[in-house]
Every structure is written in structure tokens, then in C-alpha cells.
T-cell receptor, first 114, second 112 residues
């Protein structure tokens, strides 16, 4: 079982719709969760971090965390073609050496259709 | 504020050679992490340094090594290159040991 799992997509949504990206993680002791966006040919950039159960909103982006279900999601409201990118879920868990390690999912490719 | 700078951006090596990649973090950032990104495996964690100490290491063979200098700049080295080492190597810095990373543009290594 992968430590951080994402649906690889591709996920296509029309412009103006809500895009929903999902991520599950295996380490129940994980405390910190992040969403990164990576445009084609570019490096990842942090767009959201969430540490507590519930929702966290930042502009058109909402991160949702449910630790009991080991599930974190990212909602993008009013999707724009410029949101087309790969979205990476990342989780800080406990590595085999008991040191915190940031583990990335394989990413979900999102395409927003004009 | 300057971002994370990685050099070289592109390089081509042959099997058996070694390579050294350099990373200059954002000013004031003391943590530097290295990742390998390939289409098949995604982003794989290599190692993390904080104040010149390796704090964590991923599941890579000993051919992959790194270090951090007193000015927080970091280098990683890959010895005895294999074809499978062809990848984008990303360096990321952060102020402390958190997951809020700022990535450089990467060094794209091709091994022939």
C-alpha cells in the first residue's frame, strides 16, 4: 500500500465548475498535510497547508482534512484554465527511522476546459 | 527575495560517471531537502539537511549522498551513474523542518 494515494486522473472539469481532488494516507500518526501545484515543465509550488480537522479556505481553494478517515481533499471553486496542472498531495508522517518525512502522492492531473 | 537556485539546470553524463548538483536555498532558510522526480515514480525523497546535519534519508542506495554547508547551501552527489538515475532532481528549502517547501527549478540529469 502506498503511503499517500491520489487518483492520477486525468480529471477534466469545465471552466467555472468546482474541481475536487482527493488524497488518502496510510500513516495514522500524520499531523501535517499539504497541497502543491505543478505546472508542466515547472517545479512544485505550495498552495495550501492544513493541520487540523475541518476546512481551510484560501481564495478559491479549500482544503479539507478528516484524520479519522485518513483523507484530505482540495476543492477549487470557479475553476479557470490557468488551474490546469498536476496537484500533489503531501503528508508528513513517521519514516522507518522515526524521523518526520514529507511524502508526496503521485499527483492528479487536472484539466480545466474553456 | 531570491528563490531557490539550482545548478546546473541540465546535464548529460554517461554510465559510471559521477555528478554533483548544487542548491542555494532562500536566504534565511536552514532546511534543504532533495527529491528525485521521474514520470514513473513521481517525487521521491532523497534526504533532508538542517544546520549542516542530515536529518532524514530516503530509500536510495549509498551512491546518492549529500551535504550542507555552514551557509545552508547544499550539494548532492551521485556516483557510478546508472541509466535509471536519469531524472529531474529538485531541491527545496524551508525556514524550519516543516512541509512548507519552496522548490528550485531543478537539475535535469540524463544518463546515457
Amino acid at each position: 500500500q502506498k503511503e499517500v494515494e491520489q487518483n492520477s486522473g486525468p480529471l477534466s472539469v469545465p471552466e467555472g465548475a468546482i474541481a475536487s481532488l482527493n488524497c488518502t494516507y496510510s500513516d495514522r500518526g500524520s499531523q501535517s498535510f499539504f497541497w502543491y501545484r505543478q505546472y508542466s515543465g515547472k517545479s512544485p509550488e505550495l498552495i495550501m497547508s492544513i493541520y487540523s480537522n475541518g476546512d481551510k479556505e484560501d481564495g478559491r481553494f479549500t482544503a479539507q482534512l478528516n484524520k479519522a478517515s485518513q483523507y484530505v481533499s482540495l476543492l477549487i471553486r470557479d475553476s479557470q484554465p490557468s488551474d490546469s496542472a498536476t496537484y500533489l498531495c503531501a503528508v508528513i508522517g513517521i519514516s522507518s527511522g522515526s524521523a518526520r518525512q514529507l511524502t508526496f502522492g503521485s499527483g492528479t492531473q487536472l484539466t480545466v476546459l474553456p | 527575495k531570491a528563490g531557490v537556485t539550482q545548478t546546473p539546470r541540465y546535464l548529460i553524463k554517461t554510465r559510471g560517471q559521477q555528478v554533483t548538483l548544487s542548491c542555494s536555498p532562500i536566504s534565511g532558510h536552514r532546511s534543504v531537502s532533495w527529491y528525485q522526480q521521474t514520470p514513473g515514480q513521481g517525487l521521491q525523497f532523497l534526504f533532508e539537511y538542517f544546520s549542516e546535519t542530515q536529518r532524514n534519508k530516503g530509500n536510495f542506495p549509498g551512491r546518492f549522498s549529500g551535504r550542507q554547508f555552514s551557509n545552508s547551501r547544499s550539494e548532492m552527489n551521485v556516483s557510478t551513474l546508472e541509466l535509471g538515475d536519469s531524472a529531474l532532481y529538485l531541491c527545496a528549502s524551508s525556514f524550519t523542518l516543516t512541509g512548507e517547501l519552496f522548490f528550485g527549478e531543478g537539475s535535469r540529469l540524463t544518463v546515457l
